[in-house]
Structure formats: structure tokens, C-alpha cells
């Protein structure tokens, strides 16, 4: 495959990162030759370059290209299928479907995140069971939403990823670790037979392997992490 | 000015919503045709149109164009920048500088409103002056971010009214009611000289007047709803 000319794009993200993920799956689907930077611990130490490039936020990830820093994962995966304008295109063509693929893009990092971390921190079982099911709700609508765009397809969009599966390919590694904690089953073949099948098709996509850690491995940094 | 034809666009809003404000700047702007459904106290109740179009959120503005529903208000405006892409854009067209506006656009609708939202709802004036300070730090970013991006000009990217501008114009409404309740200058021409031109010339602009209550109006308003 064409490698689109690096003209100095550097990526900083760190291990597990969901959203980091994003950036990473958007930049080998426009096969950007970049430099990958490790933070290694954000949450307790930030390179002077992360300060310097996202001093508003100071999280990962943040793209530099060349002498211009972009921001944010949503924002990042826009920017790079602007910047690379060779296909595959990430974004749909069509303003409703564009429209579309925002929408439950930000439903992702809005409500959908929320609800993962609210059930992740609950204070114990009976908490975590009651703040549940607002996080089936959200899964239940992005079935929905999955059933209504992919048309037959394996992804959001249909045949090929995009917007809304890279979005939503942040939520797969921390469901699998919450459902591992907690012994409930989010993604089922009965509640969300769209979603169980599409996560594997995201995890065994050529552009998000390399980047992907695997259920196992998600589990040992969270219990790492957590001191569990 | 022509007129984009209407091909049955209605938009969804209310009274003194800073998220509708937007949508509603984005439709004069293109000079599109429309027509305006009032939902009248949105937080008491919701049409069934309401309901049936934005199903997720259940709020205003929402945008009905044809049979496609676009919620959410960044999301209205960019798709009306897509769906009619004559001039103005509102949207620059410079991959880094869409970053740049995105970024800032979601600052606001993340950092800056969860602020103005602490601030007035804080329960006494000891809590207030401790959250006021939160607001204080995002409007010094926020006159960075003017001061970096317009160049002289009146607005965020320069000569012209764009998406900063239009998603930054929701707070104005909204500040002007905290300040007249809590005694605090938010926006003052020795902290944030740059904003407070800026504010006065997008009350000012043509495609916001009409949809923009005046600071009696909206405290009036506020007056009534909190029941002060």
C-alpha cells in the first residue's frame, strides 16, 4: 500500500488507551508514516511535549503534523482524513450520513462513556447493578443504530470502516474489562447479536490489530491499574 | 440575498436555548428557508415531533430536513455547512484550521458550559466564588484561542463569522444572566478585552440579531424560570 509522506507527524498516545486507539486506526487506514511516542504513565507523569502540544487538556492523544498540534480523539480522526484526503475516506460523503456518523459518534463519548464509567467506579454490587442498566440502554441504542446503517455490512457504515466504528471501537476493550469485574455480560448474542459480531469484525480489522490489546491483556493492566 | 430553497426544513427550538441560538445563525447565514417550530417549555414537555426526531436526547434544536432529523447543535451546524455548501461557508476550509475551530467549538460545549452550569448552580455565594474561578480559567483560554485566531479581525477566524464563533455565541446569553446574579464580571476588558469586542460585534451581526434576546430579556427570563 501507498504510504502517504510523513512530513513530520508525530502521534502521542499510551498503552490501552481507547482513545488513543482512535488516532492509531485512523492514521494506518490513511497509512500516514508517523512516529508513535509512548506516555508511558500520563495520569502520573506528562511529557514536557504533551504540556506543550495539548496545554488545555494535557491528555493523550495529540497528532503533531509538522508545527500545528490537533487535539482530541473525535477531532484527530477528522483531521486526518481531511489532511489525507486519499482513500480510503473515514467520514461518509453524504451530509446526512455525515450528520449520522457525528451524532453517535459524540453519543459514544457523551453517554456512552459516562454510563462505562460510572459502572466502573460504582462504590460496590448493588450500585454497579442499578447504574447497569444505564449502560444497557446506550448499548441497546447504538444496536439500533448499528441494525439501521450497516445494512448487512459488518460495519456502521456497511461494508467498510469508518467514523462511527472507530468512535465506538473505544468502548471494546473497557466493556470487556467491566464485564470481567462485575460478571455481567453487556455485549450479548441475545441483547445486541449486531454489536457482539461487529466488535469482533472491529478487533480483527487490518488497521486496528496492531494497536488492539487483546481481553486478557486489558484485564491485567485494569488490575494493575486498580491495584485489584 | 438568494434564498437556498426550503425542500420542507423545519427546525425545532426554544426561546433563549443557547444550543438552538446556533442552529438558528447557521440557517440565516445560508439564507435557508425554513420553518421555525417553538417548543415552548421544552422541560416540562415535549412534542410528540420532538420526541419522534431526536428519540435519544429528546431535546432542542433539532433540524428535520426532509425526512432526515439532525440533532444535537455543532452537528446541525456543520451539516448545514455540508447540505447547502454555497458561500459563506462557516467551516474555514484548511484541514488545521477545521481542527482548530472543532477543538475550540467542543471546549465550549464541554469545559466552558459544565462551568457556567457549576457556577449558577451553585447553592450559596461562598461556592459560587470558588466555581467562578473554573469559568475565569476557561475564558482566559477562550481570549487566547480569539487573540490567536483573528487576526485583528472581528471574529474567531478573522473577518468573518464562523463555527467558533457560532458555538462560543451560546455562552454569551448564558454569562450575561450569571453576572447580573452573582455580581461577577465574567467577561471584563481588562481579563478578556478580545471577548468582550467579540461579544458585541456577534450580538450585533446580522445573522444573530434576531435570534438573540437582549441581557434584560434573558435575565427576565432566568427570573421567571428559577422563580427568583
Known amino acids: 500500500m501507498a ?3 510523513s512530513n513530520n507527524v508525530k502521534l502521542l498516545g499510551t498503552w490501552g488507551s481507547p482513545f488513543a486507539l482512535r488516532a492509531q486506526v485512523a492514521l494506518h487506514l490513511k497509512s500516514v508514516e508517523h512516529e508513535y511516542t509512548e506516555e508511558a504513565d500520563v495520569l502520573k507523569s506528562k511529557s514536557d511535549l504533551l504540556v506543550k502540544s495539548n496545554p488545555i487538556h494535557k491528555k493523550v492523544p495529540v497528532l503533531i503534523h509538522g508545527d500545528v498540534s490537533i487535539c482530541e ?21 453524504l451530509p446526512q450520513d455525515r450528520a449520522f456518523a457525528r451524532f453517535w459518534a459524540h453519543f459514544v463519548d457523551g453517554k456512552c462513556f459516562e454510563s462505562i464509567d460510572a459502572v466502573a467506579g460504582a462504590k460496590d454490587d448493588a450500585a454497579r447493578m442499578a447504574l447497569a442498566g444505564n ?17 448487512g455490512g459488518d460495519f456502521f457504515g456497511g461494508e467498510n470502516i469508518g467514523f462511527v466504528d472507530i468512535a465506538c471501537g473505544g468502548i471494546v476493550g473497557p466493556l470487556s474489562v467491566i464485564e470481567a469485574f462485575s460478571g455481567v455480560k453487556f455485549l450479548s448474542p441475545e441483547a445486541t447479536p ?9 478487533r480483527a480489522h487490518e488497521a486496528v490489530k496492531p ?5 486478557a491483556e486489558f484485564i491485567e493492566f485494569a488490575k494493575k491499574k486498580f491495584n485489584v
Open 3 to 5: 504510504q502517504n509522506g
Open 211 to 215: 494497536y488492539m490489546p487483546n481481553v
Open 194 to 202: 449486531g454489536l457482539v459480531q461487529w466488535a469482533d469484525k472491529f
Open 73 to 93: 480523539s473525535l477531532n484527530i480522526v477528522q483531521y486526518v482524513d481531511e489532511a489525507w484526503p486519499s482513500k480510503p475516506s473515514i467520514l461518509p460523503s
Open 135 to 151: 449502560l444497557m440502554e446506550c448499548l441497546t441504542a447504538l444496536e439500533e443504530a448499528f441494525q439501521k446503517s450497516s445494512k
